[in-house]
């Protein structure tokens, strides 16, 4: 790991403060966030308590000496950290390249929202990352119920949505199950579809396809976070020299 990447978890986690609910998110930045954290814990002596939000994460949590607890059993959270797999400069995000969307958003939607100044939700990424417009770099996730695979595909395509089934990362052919014991489709947007669609209802695209998924019977969840964080930290792509950006509300008001 680089020390700009080591730069990048540290600034993430620098956030925590002793006595902390701490939500641990999933994937390689999450993973960097969960070591650094565990590194100040040791060094600083910070009594936490940390869930995860995924299986994977909170394993690697446990054997860093993290306090990892489930998460039914508290009823909040006082600061999440994750990483996203595209993010636009208004920090609307796309998730779920590790499957692992549906509880990384019950994490962000039990913590109180912050500022850029005091944030309380911190989503890192690199700045291969951020884009001009969602399911630029990879196809939009939707966890569903197995039983109702045809159903949501069929109500997919409805809104402009070509699902295609992810597949376990083996030679099985299986689909992959999630930790919720369900399945995804990963989606590429017809914008000729939803464009049209989205301008009749005098709405931004990604809210078009937004709303009708949160109704849509059968989907659990989905990878499209538009509100959820308070700050995203971008770091520069890979061989790039550069600092560390703040994406946050306060910090592009002032721009």
């Known amino acids: 790991m680089s020390e700009q990447r080591d730069r990048l978890a540290e600034m993430a986690v620098g956030y925590v403060r002793d006595g902390m609910v701490v939500g641990l998110g999933t994937g390689r930045a999450a993973s960097r966030g969960i070591r650094a954290l565990a590194a100040r814990v040791q060094r600083e002596?910070?009594?936490l308590t940390c869930v995860s939000s995924?299986?994977?994460?909170?394993?690697?949590?446990?054997s860093l000496g993290l306090k990892v607890v489930d998460f039914a059993s508290v009823d909040r959270v006082d600061f999440v950290f994750d990483?996203?797999?595209e993010v636009t400069i208004d920090r609307a995000m796309l998730k779920g390249g590790?499957?692992?969307?549906?509880?990384?958003?019950?994490?962000?939607q039990a913590t109180e929202p912050g500022t850029s100044q005091r944030p309380n939700r911190v989503y890192m990424v690199d700045a291969s990352k951020v884009v001009d417009r969602l399911c630029t770099r990879m196809p939009l996730p939707v966890e569903f119920v197995p039983f109702a695979a045809g159903l949501v595909r069929?109500?997919?395509?409805?809104i402009g949505l070509?699902?295609?089934l992810r597949l376990?990362?083996?030679d099985s052919g299986r689909p992959m199950v999630t930790d919720n014991g369900l399945h995804i489709y990963d989606c590429r947007p017809d914008w000729s579809v939803i464009e049209?669609?989205?301008k009749a209802k005098r709405l931004l695209p990604e809210m078009a396809m937004l709303f009708p998924l949160e109704r849509m019977p059968g989907v659990v969840d989905h990878g499209l976070f538009l509100f959820e964080a308070d700050v995203v930290l971008v770091e520069p792509a890979a061989g790039q020299d550069g600092d560390i950006e703040v994406m946050g509300a306060d910090v592009d008001d002032a721009r």
């Open 45 to 47: 002596g910070l009594k």
């Open 54 to 62: 995924s299986v994977a994460s909170a394993q690697l949590g446990s």
């Open 83 to 85: 990483g996203a797999d």
């Open 98 to 108: 590790g499957g692992a969307m549906t509880r990384e958003r019950l994490l962000a």
């Open 154 to 158: 069929r109500e997919l395509q409805k």
């Open 162 to 164: 070509t699902p295609i």
């Open 168 to 170: 376990a990362g083996d």
């Open 196 to 198: 049209p669609a989205a």
